[in-house]
């Protein structure tokens, strides 16, 4: 190969799917011209080998990843309770107390500012909500972030925080496609529904949170395993809403109020039946909203409903 054409192979950049990493090496080669793009490059793994998870576990040096619903995120450091030394060894009486006064102003480091204060209580009550509720990490951890945001804001100052938490709960679920009405997460705070919805109408206009509109879908699923259907009954009632969606049934309506109607035309259709009451209750909606309902897709519907 003449000087000019190495030059030209040189100067034209392998394609990076062609890039491969040689471990032992530890140098990036090109398959196409064996050209050695990068050599001793730096190992970012650990110094370290293992074979299980468990030795992996015991091996790490690192702390877990940030956790949103500690006011801290997780990064400061905690002297636990067990009054242990490194080496397993229970401390004499002199120097637990020592750990004890040592552990006291940790606590108190940790807890600085009049924001730390309110995160910190904040996100108690939100974990308590949310062990309440059966909330998903997931969730719980779109509510911490959007209470955070709230805080920057300045949103909280002269409102209750339980309020502001559980207006935050309600938006991540509403985000996060989890069914759960207002009702069922300010039954769990001292504030009452007002106010609740109040503070959630606040965050959305001041923070810019974009929230789909509530599928009454969503709720089929939740409140047909809390009554024991059948998953043939759960498709056949989200499938009644489709049909009530085309023909415009939906709009305006209580998507908690849908689903219940259509589980309970679903649950007589199946031979699964259940009372009025029973679904109401469980839907958080009163039985005449679920009375007009099943009247209205029936009749717009045209579903013949056997004899009771």
């Not at 050209?35 to 998870?53: L, Y």
């Not at 606590?107 to 924001?115: E, F, G, H, Y």
């Not at 969730?139 to 709230?150: G, Q, S």
Request: with cysteine; aromatic share 4%; charged share 30%.
């Amino acid at each position: 190969m003449s000087e000019s054409n190495k030059s030209q192979a040189s100067a034209t950049p392998c394609p990076p799917d062609k890039i491969v990493f040689d471990e032992e090496r530890g140098e990036y080669i090109c398959t196409e011209t064996g050209e050695v793009i990068e050599e001793r490059a730096i190992d970012q793994g650990p110094e370290w080998r293992a074979f299980t998870p468990e030795e992996k576990e015991k091996r790490s040096r690192v702390g877990g990843p940030l956790n949103q619903t500690i006011h801290d995120m997780g990064i400061s450091t905690v002297i636990d309770w067990k009054d242990k030394d490194a080496m397993g060894r229970t401390l004499d009486p002199k120097r637990r107390l020592e750990v004890l006064r040592w552990r006291k102003w940790q606590i108190r480091a940790r807890i600085q500012s009049s924001i730390d204060r309110n995160l910190a209580q904040a996100m108690n009550e939100l974990e308590r909500i949310g062990n309440l509720l059966n909330l998903p990490k997931a969730v719980k951890d779109e509510a911490a972030l959007i209470y955070r945001k709230a805080v920057e804001k300045g949103l909280v100052r002269g409102r209750s925080i339980e309020s502001v938490v559980a207006a935050s709960i309600y938006a991540a679920c509403r985000r996060m496609k989890m069914a759960r009405t207002l009702d069922e997460i300010a039954q769990f705070t001292k504030a009452n529904r007002k106010e609740v919805a109040r503070c959630y109408r606040l965050i959305l206009r001041e923070l810019d949170i974009n929230v789909p509109v509530s599928d009454p879908k969503d709720y089929v699923t939740r409140i047909g395993s809390l009554l024991g259907l059948s998953g043939s009954t759960m498709k056949m009632a989200i499938d009644i809403i489709e049909k009530a969606k085309e023909s415009g049934l939906t709009a305006g309506k209580d998507p908690a109020g849908l689903a219940a109607a259509a589980i309970y035309i679903a649950a007589l259709l199946n031979d699964e039946r259940r009372t009025q009451k029973e679904i109401a209750q469980i839907a958080g909606v009163t039985e005449v909203t679920v009375r007009n309902r099943y009247k209205e897709l029936t009749q717009e519907l045209k579903i013949q409903i056997p004899n009771q």
